[in-house]
């Protein structure tokens, strides 16, 4: 069975800043792991997203997420903050464990970024 | 091109009425999925379907059905709608069932039961 834990559900940054969102998984098997950003009002947009090949992954506005299988972990950063990032981010993991084989994602509880100036 | 398109956007209703969210989407994906969004319990899943014909059960399947009679459309009905059944509705689509595909995300149906 898949899980998701993000560690936060209110993450406080100044402009500028340094953002670290932390996801952790739990999977039976080699996931596939995803990270997805919802602005008010909206439904969720991918930011990037990890398939088993390169561990570092490169998504849109700057963020990256690393992959690292021992911590079983697959947190999100992104070098300086800016106001626009102000959102609700999920992280989200899929494994072929589900009834009939497939791959459904399983999301975090998700975490809200607030962006001070 | 549209994407995913969901109505109504929003809606009130009365305990024990019928409901049915509907779901559209142009992309010729064949996985469609319903959510729920509530605030501390992220997103949940209703009901999946892999391809036209077919669908499933999720995370929290009761007093929720869907049906897929083609590829473009996933309506989900509440039959006979409870409180605890207010929440935001996401309906969501990818290529496949593959696990590796994107999921792409409705605007949202915001449901109130009184």
């Known amino acids: 069975a898949q899980s998701v834990t993000q560690l936060g559900s209110h993450v406080s940054v100044s402009e500028g800043a340094l953002v670290l969102l932390r996801c952790n998984y739990s999977s039976s098997v080699p996931p596939y792991l995803f990270w997805y950003v919802q602005y008010p009002n909206q439904g969720l947009q991918l930011l990037l997203k990890?398939?088993?090949?390169?561990?570092l992954v490169k998504g849109i506005n700057d963020f990256e997420a690393e992959f690292k299988k021992s911590e079983t972990s697959f947190h999100l950063t992104k070098p300086s903050a800016h106001m626009s990032d102000a959102a609700e981010y999920f992280c989200?993991?899929?494994?072929?464990?589900?009834?009939?084989?497939?791959?459904?994602?399983?999301f975090g509880r998700g975490t809200s970024l607030i962006v001070h100036p | 091109i549209a994407g995913i398109t969901q109505a109504p956007t929003s809606q009130i209703l009365a305990a024990g009425r019928r409901m049915t969210l509907r779901c559209t989407q142009d992309?010729?994906?064949?996985?469609m999925y319903w959510y729920r969004q509530d605030l501390g319990l992220g997103l949940r899943l209703i009901h999946y379907s892999n391809t036209a014909g077919t669908t499933g059960k999720g995370e929290v399947p009761d007093g929720y059905s869907v049906s897929r009679a083609n590829t473009d459309d996933f309506p989900l009905t509440l039959a006979s709608a409870v409180p605890s059944q207010t929440s935001v509705y996401f309906c969501?689509?990818?290529?496949?069932?593959?696990?590796?595909?994107?999921?792409?995300f409705g605007p949202g149906t915001r449901l109130t039961v009184l």
């Open positions: 992309m010729r994906h064949n996985a």
């Open positions: 990890y398939t088993s090949a390169a561990t």
């Open positions: 969501a689509s990818s290529a496949t069932s593959g696990g590796t595909d994107t999921q792409y």
């Open positions: 989200a993991v899929s494994d072929q464990s589900q009834e009939g084989g497939s791959y459904i994602p399983t």
